[in-house]
């Protein structure tokens, strides 16, 4: 599958906390938001740039500004998907879903979730395959 794909299947499974996501679809939907994310925070530290570039400073506040609340409204809208997604592919190893909740824990919990992204899909069907 393509990048594309993924994250269109991101998008179309939002609230869906049934079934199972493979590991390709993990790790694309999680290479798009770095680079979503990496643009709109590059985008937030232009101002000094138009300063230097001789641009009036209301043009860098302006740009600044908007992608600021870009940023903001994109990381609020993925919160839901990203936490199905998780659900998800928790169900894909054969694991419940409700063990995301371990993530919650500083540093350790959020290192546990990310090995269990790393992992195999379980073979054939498990428990949480939709009929």
């Not at 990048?3 to 869906?16: E, M, S």
């Not at 679809?25 to 530290?45: D, N, P, Q």
């Not at 998907?81 to 879903?97: E, F, K, M, Y």
């Not at 993530?103 to 090995?115: E, K, R």
Request: contains cysteine; hydrophobic residues 55%.
């Amino acid at each position: 599958m393509n990048l594309f794909f993924a994250y269109r299947l991101f998008w179309l499974n939002y609230t869906n906390f049934k079934g199972r996501s493979v590991r390709w679809e993990f790790w694309y939907v999680l290479l798009w938001h770095i680079a979503i994310e990496s643009i709109l925070a590059g985008m937030t530290r232009t101002r000094d740039i138009f300063d230097l570039l001789g641009f009036d400073s209301h043009v860098g506040i302006i740009v600044v500004a908007v992608s600021s609340v870009l940023l903001a409204l994109y990381q609020i809208a993925i919160i839901l998907p990203c936490i199905t997604l998780i659900v998800r592919r928790l169900h894909d190893i054969n694991v419940s879903g409700w063990i995301a909740l371990v993530g919650l824990i500083p540093a350790v919990g959020q290192l546990m979730i990310l090995l269990m992204m790393c992992a195999k899909s379980s073979p054939g069907l498990n428990q949480y395959d939709e009929e």
